[in-house]
């Protein structure tokens, strides 16, 4: 039998929980016993999620993670309802697609705030009560682009790199502390991302991309490793999409 952590009772706090991944993600780990404490912009959606979860397994919390304190909001939820904080997976972000002069200051602005700042503020905010209990997880979802950033998604893939650097460094700061550092970087992903801003909603690639239950199972996949064991880097392609 494959020695797999268990799942039940563990309180993850987890961005981008309203749409694609995150959404997968929440309904993955409440599938495996887990608790959510949820955070995203969208509260009707938000409030959708909750209900289909069950109150009993997920909290929302209606937030920007480009703000410090909305961050800690959704870290004080999940201690508040359950007493604890086991895991973060920093998922949130956007994507622009088009030339460096494509877009407006304000609009590459958000990019750059929410992709790179928006994570650092969701780790800050989650560490204080895994580094107290001296065991815990810390999930950044990136991207491929990270390593190999392509034309006409300059500053997108930069934000990417700076999250491939930041779960490297913190891979090196905090293991030693028990808490793991895991950096999922998938390939396209056929979710709402960067529609209107690059991509349609009928883009005809979505066929053949990862699917946003892919990379989720993979968040997820690293959750349940032995405390023994860690994934530093996971990226993810599908079979029909080429390296």
Not at 109 to 129: C, E, F
Not at 166 to 189: F, N, Y
Request: overall charge negative; charged content about 20%.
């Amino acid at each position: 039998m494959i020695a797999v952590r268990d799942l039940t009772g563990t309180v993850v706090a987890l961005t981008g929980a309203t749409a694609g991944i995150g959404r997968e993600t929440a309904r993955l780990l409440v599938a495996e016993g887990a608790k959510v404490a949820l955070g995203g912009r969208r509260t009707e959606r938000l409030e959708e999620l909750v209900a289909e979860l069950g109150a009993d397994n997920a909290v929302g919390v209606t937030m920007d993670v480009r703000s410090p304190a909305d961050n800690a909001r959704l870290v004080a939820a999940a201690i508040d309802r359950w007493g604890r904080l086991d895991s973060v997976v920093a998922n949130a972000g956007i994507g622009m697609y088009g030339g460096i002069l494509d877009h407006t200051d304000e609009e590459l602005a958000t990019m750059m705030d929410t992709n790179y700042a928006g994570t650092v503020w969701t780790v800050r905010s989650a560490l204080p009560a895994m580094l107290e209990a001296g065991a815990g997880d810390v999930v950044i979802v990136s991207s491929v682009a990270g390593f190999r950033g392509g034309a006409d998604e300059a500053v997108y893939a930069g934000t990417k790199h700076a999250q491939v650097g930041l779960a490297g460094s913190l891979d090196r700061e905090l293991r030693e502390k028990g808490v793991r550092v895991t950096l999922i970087c998938p390939a396209g992903t056929g979710t709402e991302f960067a529609v209107g801003a690059g991509r349609t909603s009928d883009d005809p690639r979505f066929a053949e991309w990862l699917s946003p239950v892919d990379v989720a199972t993979a968040i997820v996949t690293t959750l349940h490793q032995p405390r023994s064991l860690r994934t530093a880097i996971w990226t993810l392609w599908s079979m029909g999409q080429g390296s």
